[in-house]
């Protein structure tokens, strides 16, 4: 049997969760570039392992369970330290991690039913989003100066707010589409039915 490699780069996407913490946190020299380079590299394995798993017909329940795990402990982590290194409002990090949060207790709830809500277009646009808004974040302090505005806000202020939208609206979008694979009426309506495993 062939190892699961998908699965291996999930777990090394974990695996690089302390190491992106102690080199943004810690007082080391070019501390933010390494960490910058352990983000992107983590981010991209993103893609990778999703690849692999589908050309190598490698899907799995593991595999369903450690992909969006190691994909919100990283970028918690990140918001996290951000929040740490005073680059990052905590209210904004709070609102990302309870999205984030909310939508793997609702995928729990149809997991348990046996329904798979698949990730939809919205869902990769926030997560791009985010990648976007932390890796400017990180390289900020040293890259960005404070005269590189537009419209008087820097950069980095357009790049966190289109993640706060793209983060919100995405959020809404997928509750729609699992309330209504799980027949649970919203708004009033009654929920239909959509064939299981079917993307939208």
């Known amino acids: 049997m ?14 690089m ?14 501390g933010d570039i390494v960490a ?24 799995s329940i593991m595999g369903a369970f450690l992909d969006p795990l190691a994909d919100k402990l990283l970028v ?9 290194l005073g680059e990052l409002s905590a209210w904004v990090a709070m609102v990302v991690i309870a999205r984030e949060l909310a939508v793997t207790g ?29 890796a400017a974040l990180i ?5 960005l100066q404070q005269e590189w505005t537009l419209g008087g806000q820097k950069v980095t202020w357009y790049l966190v707010v289109i993640m706060l939208i793209l983060t919100v609206v995405s959020g809404f979008h997928y509750f729609a589409r699992a309330f209504r694979r799980l027949g649970v009426p919203l708004l009033g309506r009654g929920g239909g039915s959509v064939e299981e495993g079917k993307e939208e």
């Open 139 to 143: 390289v900020e302090p040293r890259w």
């Open 106 to 134: 609702l995928r729990m709830v149809a997991a348990a039913r046996s329904i798979v809500i698949s990730a939809s277009g919205w869902g990769k646009i926030k997560t791009g989003s985010q990648m976007a808004a932390i």
């Open 17 to 30: 969760v302390p190491v992106l913490m102690v080199f943004l946190l810690a007082d080391i020299p070019g």
């Open 2 to 15: 062939r190892p699961n490699l998908p699965n291996s780069i999930s777990l090394f996407r974990v695996a």
């Open 36 to 59: 910058l380079a352990v983000f992107v590299v983590a981010g991209a394995s993103d893609w990778l392992d999703g690849y692999l798993a589908r050309r190598r017909h490698q899907t």
């Open 76 to 84: 918690t982590a990140a918001l996290v330290s951000l929040v740490e």
